[in-house]
């Protein structure tokens, strides 16, 4: 199952810059989108998760990439799962199996 990148609450959600609960300066990984890659799921399409790496590059700091907006610091692990999305789908393979979703 994939969902349309247009029809997606989240995504419009996420991509807008106009909200009325969420400042326009805040952001944070999405560390979670690895799952969907590595498990094969494809819920979210290829051009998010390319425009998510691009816009973490702006924002990494001497301590790496930050959680969020709040404060400098981060986790290694979190980050290690925001980088696997901008990695070639034959390294991922190699890492981690090619494991396919339960039915």
């Known amino acids: 199952m994939t969902l349309p990148a247009s029809g997606s609450p989240w995504i ?5 810059t106009s909200s009325p609960t969420i400042p326009p300066t ?3 990984q999405k560390y979670n989108l690895v799952w969907d890659q ?3 799921y494809n819920l979210f399409p290829k051009s998010l998760r390319d425009s998510e790496i691009a816009f ?3 924002k990494i700091n001497k ?4 959680l969020d907006s709040r ?3 981060t986790k290694l692990d979190r ?3 925001t980088a696997t999305p901008g990695i070639q789908s034959r390294r991922l393979q190699r890492y981690y199996g090619s494991h396919r979703p339960l039915d």
């Open 79 to 81: 980050s290690i799962w």
């Open 38 to 40: 590595i498990l094969g």
């Open 26 to 28: 805040t952001w944070s």
């Open 71 to 73: 404060e400098d610091y």
């Open 56 to 58: 973490y590059k702006t």
């Open 63 to 66: 301590f790496g990439l930050p």
């Open 12 to 16: 419009r959600k996420a991509t807008t």
